[in-house]
């Protein structure tokens, strides 16, 4: 399969996911709030560049972008977006440190190789960085693998065992241990329910059992 039959039919397994006016996903929208206009903003794993374009639209960003996939930055480049080719377990040591106001990672820290590795690079490219992932802690994973006794499958982790490009699921919990290991600093945390609602996160036994996706604002302690 070539990348670009590879990126769509990801794609096209992921459950359509609900959008806000900007036409863009909830999680997205976000991710976008919490960036102040005419910042300078490196997008991690940016996929189709739908958050890219909205915050260079919409917020007047510097963005840039880096993507794995070739179906990924050729749908970028083909928007007018400044996205390159790239891994973030192996290219984000060449960025030198503060070149960027925020680094945004959405929903690609679980399909790194070595995320506490990605973590510490994040916060020292940006002054500040905002990490998104699937919850792993959420009560309907846990019922799936209690009562089914198999790796669940959710709308926000759609895909099966052996063909998910995901390598390290993590629970909110687990996040915020490893900030706390790796000296890094969360100044903002939601949960954001299976409709997109979002919760700031002020029990975190409550939101790793609620929350399908954690979203986190960050900087270096």
């Known amino acids: 399969m070539t990348d670009a039959a590879a990126f769509a039919a ?3 397994a992921v459950k359509k996911p609900a959008t806000t006016a900007a036409g863009i996903r909830i999680d997205l929208q976000l991710i976008a709030d919490m960036i102040a206009p005419e910042s300078r903003v490196l997008d991690v794993g940016c996929g189709d560049g739908a ?5 260079v639209h919409a917020k007047g960003v ?8 070739q179906a990924g930055v050729n749908a970028c480049v083909t928007q007018g977006l400044s996205v390159i080719q790239g891994n973030a377990d192996t290219d984000l040591k060449d960025y030198p440190s503060d070149a960027f106001d925020y680094v945004v990672l ?3 820290l679980q399909a790194t190789r070595k995320p506490h590795q990605v973590m510490k ?9 905002i990490v998104s992932f699937p919850n792993f802690g959420h009560w309907r994973v846990r019922w799936q693998l209690l009562t089914r006794g198999r790796m669940p499958v959710t709308d926000s982790m759609p895909l099966q065992w052996f063909n998910t490009p995901n390598i390290h699921f993590c629970t909110i919990l687990d996040f915020i241990g490893l900030c706390g290991e790796l000296g890094i600093v969360v100044e903002q945390g939601l ?3 299976r ?3 979002p919760s700031p996160i002020r ?3 409550a939101a790793n059992l609620f929350g399908e996706q954690g979203l986190f604002l960050l900087r270096r302690g």
């Open 195 to 197: 409709s997109g609602r």
């Open 62 to 69: 510097d963005g840039r972008g880096v993507e794995i996939s």
């Open 10 to 12: 990801r794609q096209t």
């Open 191 to 193: 949960a954001i329910s």
């Open 106 to 108: 959405s929903q690609t």
């Open 51 to 55: 958050l890219l374009d909205h915050l």
């Open 203 to 205: 029990s975190i036994g």
């Open 121 to 129: 690079q994040l916060v020292r490219i940006g002054r500040r960085a």
